[in-house]
């Protein structure tokens, strides 16, 4: 007897976790045979320095950049024998990323979010292997952040806080979008208060309390050298101007890095008090993940694969429910156009720090204008985002 024919729903799913799969069992290989180290043992340094009492900030600008939660968190993986410890930590980081991004293609289009989600896994790969190449912690921010906003979206407030605290505690630029929950969600400010100060606890809990108290005054101290890591392969907006002839004093950085936030606030609120839930979800994951990009000033290459992750879902949408072909196409060459490093070494250094900041802005203009309801459009019409809203609530 014949077997029925797949679905066409899940044949661009079953492509891209297959290729994506190809691309982990490929770095894995590569670790064991000693020809690559990931980020992994940095964080392994940390939990056992922290376990023993030691101190886990070094001096200068790179090292462990987290919270001591982080270390604490990282513990379960940290006393694995190494090589089992990378790839189940690189693992862990895929299966994360793939359910966020999973329920961010289900709010945009629940009827068809295999379609979008193999598109997004599609057009996100050959950037996002860079990240998954490199162990660190982006992609497990990015899947918790975005479940995060997706229970927000349905209405699950407790178990939303407890995810977007989550985030913060593994990777602390995932704090942003805390704060931002914060200020948009009365409802979700007393879950999210509960579940940060069971963080702080939680890092606490040490056979020596001062040790663990006195940490997070290293924290300040760290935190304070390493933001303004200066010149070199950051790609936020400063480090991209300055390699353009444009130099911006740090006084200035951190002004529009403030103004830049109250702009994400001001037009996420618009957002989430005027279109229904899912759509405003979506919309609040965009911003906040182009933010995150531009004006943090530690952004490594790998951090794009977020972008190219949800890039790559909202080209999902335009393709297969929108049927808006030109803009689908128009998100998956940008998603490429961020692999320019591989290219050609003349075209790497050419376009090195600044190119792709330019086209996270360009990814936030087409959320901006596409996305984010206008000052005359008060009521959506479209059918595709029928519901409830996610207007401000006590």
């Known amino acids: 007897m014949s077997r029925p024919p797949a679905s066409p729903l899940a044949r661009p799913l079953a492509i891209g976790l297959a290729l994506w799969a190809i691309a982990l069992v490929a770095i894995e290989a590569q670790v064991i045979s000693g020809r690559f180290v990931s980020e992994f043992h940095i964080y392994a340094e940390a939990t056992w320095a922290w376990w023993r009492g030691a101190e886990i900030y070094e001096d200068g600008i790179n090292g462990f950049l987290y919270l001591p939660s982080s270390a604490v968190l990282?513990?379960?993986?940290?006393?694995?024998?190494?090589?089992?410890?990378?790839?189940?930590?690189?693992?862990?980081?895929?299966?994360?990323?793939?359910?966020?991004?999973?329920?961010l293609c289900r709010l945009l289009a629940p009827a068809d979010w295999q379609r979008v989600f193999g598109v997004a896994l599609l057009a996100a790969l050959p950037i996002g292997v860079v990240d998954l190449r490199g162990a660190q912690t982006e992609f497990l921010m990015l899947g918790l952040m975005l479940g995060g906003l997706a229970d927000i979206a349905e209405g699950r407030w407790r178990r939303a806080a407890f995810l977007l605290v989550l985030a913060g505690a593994f990777k602390p630029q995932a704090l942003a979008l805390v704060l931002l929950a914060f200020a948009l969600w009365p409802a979700l400010r007393l879950h999210l208060a509960l579940w940060l100060a069971a963080a702080l606890v939680l890092s606490l809990v040490h056979w020596n309390p001062g040790y663990a108290l006195g940490e997070y005054g290293q924290l300040v101290r760290k935190t304070m050298s390493s933001a303004n890591p200066g010149g070199g392969v950051w790609h936020d907006f400063a480090n991209g101007l300055a390699t353009l002839g444009l130099p911006l004093d740090l006084t200035v950085q951190t002004?529009?890095?403030?103004?830049?936030?109250?702009?994400?606030?001001?037009l996420a609120r618009g957002t989430v008090s005027r279109l229904p839930a899912p759509r405003a979800g979506a919309t609040v994951a965009a911003l906040i993940v182009t933010y995150l990009l531009l004006f943090n000033p530690r952004t490594v290459l790998g951090h794009f694969g977020d972008m190219?992750?949800?890039?790559?879902?909202?080209?999902?949408?335009?393709?297969?429910?929108?049927?808006?072909?030109?803009?689908?196409?128009?998100l998956v060459l940008l998603c490429f156009a961020l692999t320019t490093h591989v290219w050609t070494r003349d075209l790497h250094?050419?376009?090195?720090?600044?190119f792709k900041p330019l086209l996270a802005c360009g990814?936030?203009?087409?959320?901006?204008?596409?996305?984010?309801?206008?000052?005359?459009?008060?009521?959506?019409?479209?059918?595709?985002?029928?519901?409830?809203?996610?207007?401000?609530?006590?």
């Open 308 to 330: 190219a992750l949800v890039a790559g879902a909202f080209a999902g949408w335009e393709f297969h429910i929108r049927r808006n072909r030109a803009l689908g196409w128009m």
């Open 74 to 103: 990282f513990t379960p993986w940290a006393y694995l024998p190494p090589l089992l410890g990378d790839a189940l930590w690189r693992l862990s980081l895929l299966a994360a990323c793939w359910w966020g991004v999973a329920r």
């Open 349 to 354: 250094l050419a376009t090195t720090t600044w």
């Open 255 to 266: 002004a529009i890095r403030a103004l830049a936030g109250v702009a994400v606030l001001v």
């Open 363 to 394: 990814f936030g203009l087409y959320v901006v204008v596409r996305w984010v309801p206008s000052l005359t459009d008060l009521t959506p019409t479209d059918s595709d985002t029928a519901g409830e809203t996610l207007a401000p609530q006590s």
